[in-house]
Each structure stands twice: as structure tokens, then as C-alpha cells.
């Protein structure tokens, strides 16, 4: 059983000391890990605002909630991904995905095509950058990508390489998740016109998602860590502002009808007592939350993390 770590995930800020102060500020609080998203658009470029994050702080780990596959070659994402993991002395992770966003395709000029081939290109790449990582020289001749005598030509600092965590919601790229990946970050999956599926985001819906990964994982399944991304947090109740209180409760009550893992409201007793439920369970033990959040939910960090 993995023990609980929460991370924060954010994607921009007003100048270059708000970043810095932010950074310095989540790793006071006890988090974990901080992440960004890897979209176009209002947000900061993940490769260099991470770096910064690694150079503001000491112990706080960085990484992305995912790199989207599709917009880099696996030879690029490999290199960067261990020049990160070189700058920060080891505290980068390696989040990936099939990519989603229809907005980025678009802005791109790329083909939004089908959920089965973005997965393939993602299938093929995976295997490439893990080896890539890990130092080795590779050449490949696939459907997607072609290599020859590649390397990344960074040392990372963690060995073999670092840790890679695939987000996943859909069968297939829950199974492959569970083959690949350290870290399996839950989602509730998204349509193949890019809506997320919300009918994929009940606990009941997301016990079959754990089911499969363990019919997946065979031997696997004690290494890997599973991770939900929290789309709304706060607590309610004892220390915490009566305004803040108020609007928690009414968020948490509004949600708890859909009895979603990807939304966390109450008490600072009865959320912990829900997250120690859900890790029996279901082994969840890895919790995003949204930075708006995150000095709401610091008490359930310090209760929890690490235990």
C-alpha cells in the first residue's frame, strides 16, 4: 500500500515573483509535488515554468499532468524530460497522454483524429522514451516514428529514468497504463470529439477503471501508485473561514449527488476517513488538487501525507 502524497497543479501566474513566491509557498505547506497542464493557449510553457519551480524550491517534485503526446516527437519529449529531471537533482515525473484538448489539435493545424490512433502513436512512443531516459542508444522503425542511433544525450539524475505516469480513462489506455506506467492518473476518459465522459466519473466507474488496471497489471500492481486529479476541493467546518466554509458546502452538496472521487467537500475528519476508505479499497493514494485549493486543504495534507 502506497502511502498518501498530494500535489497542486497550476498553470500560470501574474509575474516571475508570483510563480517563484507560489512554488516556495506549496512546498511550505507539505505538498508533494507540483504539476501543470500541457495545453495552448493562457498558460505558461510547462518545460521552463517547471524548471523555475525546481530553482525556487529544494524538496518539492515537478512534472506535468500529461504531456501530451501528440505534440512532440518522442526523442524531443525524452531529452526534455531528462534535462528536467537533471535541473531539478532528480524530483521530475514523466506525466503522458493521448492528448485530448480538440483547441490545441486545432491551433496546431493537426488532425484530431480517433481515440485508436492516438493511443497507437502513444503505444509506440511510451516504450521509446522509457528506453531514451534510461540512457540507451535506440533505433526504431515503427508505424509512428522512426529513430536512428537516438539519444537523449541527458543523464537523469533518478535511476533507471524517471518515473512515468500515464493518464487514463478509456479500457485500452487503462490497460496500457497498467503495462507501462509507475503512476496511473485516473480521468474520467473523454468522447472521441473530445468531451469528457461524465458518466465516467462516479466511484462506481471508477472501481471498474481500478478493476481493469489490476486484470492488467499482474505482477505490476504493488508498484504502481494511483492518482486522481481533483477538479474541486475544500473543507468545511473548524478552522477554516465562515465565507470559505459556506461555499465549500454548497459545492460539496452540489456535487454529491454524482458520489465523484474527482470532487472532495466536508470536514477535515470525514474527508481523511473517506481517503482512507477509498486506498483499502481501491488502492487511491495520490491526490491533485487545483491551487485555488490548496491552502484550504493543507490540514488534510498534514494529516495524511506520507502515512
Do not use: C
Not at 507539505?30 to 518545460?47: A, K, W
Not at 521552463?48 to 524538496?59: E, I, N, P, Y
Not at 528506453?131 to 508505424?143: I, N
Not at 543523464?155 to 490497460?175: D, E, N, T, Y
Amino acid at each position: 500500500m502506497h502511502p498518501f502524497r498530494f500535489g497542486i497543479q497550476q498553470q500560470s501566474a501574474a509575474s516571475r515573483e508570483d510563480w517563484a513566491t507560489l512554488a516556495r509557498r506549496v512546498e511550505s505547506i507539505g505538498y508533494d509535488i507540483f504539476v501543470m497542464p500541457d495545453h495552448l493557449g493562457r498558460q505558461l510553457s510547462p518545460f521552463a515554468a517547471l524548471a523555475a519551480v525546481a530553482g525556487a524550491t529544494t524538496r518539492l517534485r515537478i512534472g506535468a499532468f500529461v504531456f501530451a503526446n501528440d505534440y512532440r516527437h518522442p526523442l524531443i519529449l525524452a531529452r526534455e524530460a531528462a534535462t528536467l529531471d537533471f535541473i531539478s537533482n532528480g524530483r521530475f515525473e514523466l506525466g503522458m497522454g493521448a492528448g485530448w484538448m480538440t483547441s490545441d489539435y486545432r491551433e496546431l493545424g493537426m488532425a484530431y483524429d480517433l481515440p485508436p490512433r492516438r493511443i497507437d502513436r502513444l503505444a509506440e512512443a511510451i516504450p521509446l522514451i522509457k528506453r531514451l531516459m534510461a540512457g540507451e542508444t535506440v533505433t526504431h522503425e515503427g508505424e509512428h516514428y522512426h529513430l536512428e542511433r537516438a539519444t537523449a544525450g541527458v543523464q537523469p539524475v533518478q535511476k533507471p529514468r524517471p518515473p512515468l505516469a500515464i493518464g487514463a480513462g478509456g479500457p485500452r489506455m487503462l490497460r496500457l497504463a497498467a503495462r507501462e506506467a509507475d503512476i496511473v492518473g485516473l480521468t474520467p476518459g473523454f468522447s472521441a470529439r473530445g468531451w469528457p465522459v461524465i458518466g465516467g466519473a462516479t466511484e462506481s466507474a471508477t472501481a471498474g477503471k481500478v478493476s481493469t488496471i489490476r486484470d492488467a497489471a499482474g505482477d505490476r500492481l504493488e508498484q504502481l501508485e494511483l492518482n486522481i486529479w481533483l477538479g474541486s476541493a475544500g473543507l468545511t467546518g473548524r478552522g477554516n473561514s465562515l465565507a470559505g466554509s459556506a461555499v465549500a458546502a454548497a459545492a460539496g452538496a452540489a456535487t454529491a449527488i454524482y458520489s465523484s472521487p474527482y470532487v472532495l467537500y466536508g470536514t477535515l475528519g470525514a474527508v481523511r476517513d473517506r481517503l482512507l476508505r477509498r486506498r483499502d479499497r481501491l488502492g487511491i493514494s495520490y491526490y491533485t488538487i487545483p491551487s485555488r485549493a490548496m491552502e484550504s486543504m493543507a490540514p488534510l495534507v498534514e494529516a495524511l501525507a506520507g502515512k
